[in-house]
């Protein structure tokens, strides 16, 4: 059985770091892409991050390039996504998916939700910025 646990969210002020982890079990975590979406209520579920298997490239919106990192360690399967210098509007609940497409960090990234096509989702974990 497939299963992403993400940890590491919680409560900061504008301006602070959180660093979330996202570990994979029950797939060869080295054939896939992995992706963190955010979702707030009310609002459709959106791409923020993605980080391509083999070179490890990351992937960012706009609205978190440059202040957000993503990474990922193979031999624990766990990606990393380090946000720094957050804002109240980074404030959602943070999902990690997993695909075996580069479409993880081109089209779904890019898309709005919902995404019908990703078949591997973690329970997410909530992030709350302060102002």
């Known amino acids: 059985e497939v299963q992403l646990v993400e940890s590491g969210g919680g409560l900061v002020r504008a301006g602070g770091s959180l660093r979330l982890s996202c570990t994979a079990y029950g797939l060869p975590f080295d054939d896939y892409y992995i992706g963190w979406f955010r979702q707030v209520p009310g609002k459709e579920r959106e791409g923020v991050s993605c980080i391509s298997k083999g070179d490890g490239f990351g992937y960012y919106v706009k609205s978190v390039e440059g202040r957000f990192t993503i990474s990922r360690d193979n031999a624990k399967n766990t990606v990393y996504l380090q946000m720094d210098s957050l804002r109240p509007e980074d404030t959602a609940v943070y999902y990690c998916?997993?695909?075996?497409?580069?479409?993880?960090?081109?089209?779904?990234?890019?898309?709005?939700?919902?995404?019908?096509?990703?078949?591997?989702w973690g329970n997410g974990v909530p992030v709350t910025v302060s102002s």
């Open positions: 998916a997993a695909h075996l497409e580069f479409r993880l960090c081109g089209f779904y990234l890019l898309s709005p939700g919902p995404y019908s096509g990703i078949r591997h």
